[in-house]
């Protein structure tokens, strides 16, 4: 599971590494996130499923 004080971040890592093409290392960064909390995890923060917690300012 993913820290509580780290789940805003890391979210948030994960949300714009699907919008942001230019920064491949964002992908990659997305995989470990996805390897190391699963991929319901990812999913929610792609998604922006309630209690996701991505920083959207």
């Given at each position: 599971?993913?820290?509580?004080?780290?789940?805003e971040?890391?979210?948030?890592?994960?949300?714009?590494?699907s919008?942001c093409?230019e920064l491949?290392?964002?992908?990659?960064v997305?995989s470990?996130?996805?390897?190391?909390?699963?991929?319901?995890f990812?999913a929610?923060?792609?998604e922006?499923?309630g209690?996701?917690?991505?920083?959207?300012?």
């Amino acid at each position: 599971t993913c820290p509580d004080e780290l789940r805003e971040a890391i979210s948030s890592l994960i949300f714009v590494s699907s919008r942001c093409g230019e920064l491949p290392e964002l992908k990659e960064v997305r995989s470990i996130f996805t390897s190391r909390y699963g991929k319901e995890f990812t999913a929610s923060a792609l998604e922006l499923r309630g209690g996701c917690e991505v920083s959207v300012t």
